[in-house]
């Protein structure tokens, strides 16, 4: 069974930090490139940042976080985390974990994150 467990978010002041993370199960983890989605009500969902599969030498950021956010996977824990500096109430959302590669996509049920003084 598939499982991607998204954990780590909670409420945090404007300059804060929170480490997220995506436990993964049922699947060949390291084959998978893994990004962070987040989400707000009535919005799309952004690509916050993704890494590649095996090594994750390669990783991508968006415009919004890049500086800020540090993406990064360990193979040996099935385990992708999102670090997170410098929060602003802009970042704001529900955070999603997602597995991805040509034999399918798996997404995990979310975190909340709350960036208010």
């Known amino acids: 069974q598939v499982q991607l467990v998204e954990s780590g978010g909670g409420k945090v002041q404007p300059g804060g930090s929170l480490r997220l993370s995506c436990a993964a199960s049922g699947f060949a983890f390291s084959t998978y490139a893994m990004s962070w989605h987040r989400q707000i009500p009535g919005k799309e969902r952004e690509l916050v940042a993704s890494?590649?599969?095996?090594?994750?030498?390669?990783?991508t950021y968006a415009d919004s976080v890049r500086g800020r956010f540090t993406i990064s996977r360990d193979n040996a824990r099935n385990m992708v985390y999102l670090q997170m500096n410098s929060l602003k109430p802009e970042d704001t959302a529900e955070y999603y974990c997602?597995?991805?590669?040509?034999?399918?996509?798996?997404w995990g049920q979310g975190t909340q994150v709350f960036v208010s003084s």
């Open positions: 890494i590649s599969s095996r090594s994750g030498t390669s990783t």
């Open positions: 997602k597995a991805i590669r040509d034999t399918g996509v798996y």
